[in-house]
């Protein structure tokens, strides 16, 4: 597995699992929380009473954020967010370092937030994630393309989510192929700009063979 040195421009595959591999959600409360740090921690700015914005989400499938402060992020981000997965005990991210240190500094603020925020609100302590966060180095568009594939397929693997990972809420997958929930905070156009529709990309996804061959390579346990 290459680890390579963070530079602005460079697209990451980004992903951690659980301390021996538990699991890092207890509800739709953590698993809201964990995406909404995703979504919004791409700026240094600061979030108060995150917990109403996860409130919200659990019964509107939607955070309230105002477009000032979108506008806002997006100005001032120090990366850029390409897709995501969420599973049971572990997470992909695929960024983009847009200032030298985003991706550390990113990454750094959304372990610590969540782990706090996680052992806080059930009562444990110590490590939830299992060491630092592992990092690849995309090297082409083939590699990035395939990843994405990669990430989106994830979910199917899962019992409740068997075969329907284009509707798995805590994926960016849906984002690809209907409406993208998040606007330019999730800039999906470096894929998706070389289909020619969201179908053809769906297509894509679904015949590629790299969930099989990464799930070897990156030894990630799904269940």
């Known amino acids: 597995m290459r680890r390579d040195n963070l530079a602005p421009g460079e697209y990451y595959h980004i ?6 591999k538990q699991s890092i959600f207890s509800d739709q409360r953590d698993w809201a929380r964990l995406l909404f740090l995703i979504i919004y921690f791409q700026s240094p700015l600061n979030f108060y009473n995150i917990g109403r914005q996860i409130s919200y989400f659990v019964k509107h499938r939607m955070f309230n954020i105002p ?4 506008t806002d992020i997006i100005k001032n ?4 967010l390409v ?3 969420l ?3 572990h997470f992909h991210l695929i960024l983009r370092e847009l200032k030298e240190g985003g991706i550390s500094k990113y990454m750094q603020r959304i372990l610590n937030a969540y782990t706090k925020y996680f052992n806080t609100r ?3 302590v110590g490590h939830l994630f299992q060491g630092p ?7 082409d568009n083939e590699q990035l393309l395939y990843l994405s594939t990669y990430i989106h397929r994830n979910p199917r693997e899962l019992k409740d989510w068997r075969d329907k990972e284009d509707s798995h809420p805590w994926s960016s997958y849906q984002d690809y192929i209907t409406k993208n929930r998040w606007n330019k905070l999730l800039e999906n156009s470096i894929v998706m700009e070389q289909f020619k529709n969201k179908n053809k990309y769906q ?4 015949t590629s063979p790299a969930k099989n061959l990464l799930d070897k390579e990156l030894m990630i346990d799904d269940n």
């Open 15 to 20: 992903f951690n699992r659980g301390n021996h």
């Open 77 to 80: 981000r120090t990366i850029e």
């Open 203 to 206: 297509q894509f996804a679904k």
């Open 67 to 70: 477009n000032d402060v979108e």
């Open 87 to 89: 599973m049971p005990n």
């Open 122 to 124: 059930h009562g444990k």
């Open 133 to 139: 966060y592992k990092m690849v180095h995309i090297d």
């Open 83 to 85: 897709g995501f997965t």
